[in-house]
């Protein structure tokens, strides 16, 4: 269960937020997860059965941190969904129409269908309606504001994100390789990477131009893909790409992002009118998933001088720097007064934001509805390039 580290944790360092109920069908298994972290009640009743078939649903009961009387309890303001893909957009919807925050992990649901109707949600558009927030963590951590503050979308023109999990981590059995519960590598990590892609661009890509796949053929796990590598063109004519494996090496690599920008003349005073300066310069960001593992941002700078007439080198070198940046603070700038700590994860920044929002206080960072339907469109886009086809579409209205 993802729900330690990504609510549990932050929420110890938050004064307004109180993890006040857990529940599964297990009473044991709920009360001893209750007691390691602290959280004050267990809930053992369902008011209704959801309308996912049996099966699924004992998983979700034994899985789930929210199950329905938690959605009845008007002491609840707020609640997280951790479930498997597939589950996802029907108890998202549910909670929405009882009227509670939700913090949804990402994906936020299976495919664009359902992102459309959920996002879309009547009671989403009424005063005083419920915050909806897909929880890319990584969006929220400050390396990553400072990074995309380093980049001029029109610049740009090539992208390259990669993520990994170990062979190791990961098992046939694991909800990862459930077709029927929206499974996959592209789910998976690789939404990350999709999504780093898009607003590194600042742009909704017009075409995935291949996706290359490793997948499962048998069983519930057929069409999963356990790796991939996608490639997209964008508006601009920029090409993004992204690859992530659930069955990687043994040795744990962090998950970058690597941006190319195009050539650019530099204005040098300094040369002979019949030479110019040129500049071509690549952007690294290392851990761009969990920024705290592995996190370094590097800028690298190519200089030539040319000949304007038949742009022959003269002189080229190379210039490089790095950064660290775990807080605002040493983000400086327009982010140097932004709270946060030097322990916070980048669960914790989000968790500040949507409090923030909650509680109707400015958000310094946001995914929005739109951002959360666009993102699955990309995937969506990958998938069917893939052959895979696409995740599939709950029942649930």
């Not at 330690?4 to 932050?10: C, G, R």
């Not at 499974?183 to 742009?203: K, V």
């Amino acid at each position: 269960m993802s729900s330690p580290l990504a609510l549990i944790i932050p929420a110890k360092s938050h004064t307004e937020v109180i993890v006040q109920a857990v529940s599964a069908r297990d009473r044991q298994k709920a009360e001893a997860f209750a007691k390691k972290h602290g959280i004050p009640e267990v809930k053992d009743s369902y008011q209704a059965a959801p309308s996912t078939p049996t099966s699924t649903f004992r998983y979700h009961l034994d899985s789930a941190l929210i199950p329905l009387d938690i959605l009845d309890d008007p002491n609840i303001d707020c609640v997280f969904i951790p479930l498997p893909n597939g589950l996802h957009y029907e108890w998202a919807a549910r909670a929405i129409r009882a009227g509670k925050h939700v913090l949804l992990e990402k994906p936020s649901v299976s495919n664009s269908t359902e992102a459309k109707i959920l996002f879309q949600l009547p009671e989403l558009s009424k005063p005083n309606a419920p915050v909806i927030l897909e929880a890319f963590h990584n969006r929220f951590f400050p390396s990553w504001a400072f990074f995309r503050s380093l980049i001029n979308p029109a610049d740009v023109v090539h992208v390259s994100s990669v993520s990994m999990i170990p062979w190791w981590a990961t098992s046939k059995s694991d909800i990862n390789f459930n077709y029927s519960l929206a499974g996959g590598a592209m789910m998976a990590m690789g939404t990350y990477n999709f999504s780093s892609l898009r607003l590194i661009f600042d742009a909704e890509p017009e075409e995935c131009l291949s996706c290359d796949v490793n997948a499962f053929t048998d069983g519930v796990h057929k069409n999963c893909d356990y790796d991939f590598k996608a490639k997209f063109r964008f508006p601009n004519g920029g090409i993004g790409e992204a690859q992530s494996t659930l069955k990687g090496a043994t040795l744990l690599k962090p998950s970058s992002v690597t941006v190319t920008n195009k050539e650019a003349v530099i204005p040098d005073n300094t040369l002979p009118a019949s030479q110019e300066k040129v500049q071509s310069r690549e952007l690294t960001l290392h851990g761009l998933i969990h920024g705290i593992f592995g996190h370094r941002i590097d800028v690298k700078d190519v200089f030539k001088i040319r000949s304007k007439e038949n742009g022959s080198i003269i002189q080229k070198w190379q210039e490089q720097k790095s950064h660290k940046v775990y807080t605002f603070k040493e983000a400086g700038g327009e982010f140097a007064d932004l709270p946060g700590e030097g322990y916070w994860m980048s669960y914790r920044y989000q968790l500040e934001q949507f409090v923030n929002r909650v509680k109707g206080r400015k958000t310094q960072c946001w995914v929005s509805g739109e951002d959360s339907i666009a993102q699955m469109k990309m995937l969506d886009m990958a998938y069917e390039k893939s052959g895979l086809g696409l995740r599939p579409t709950s029942t649930y209205r």
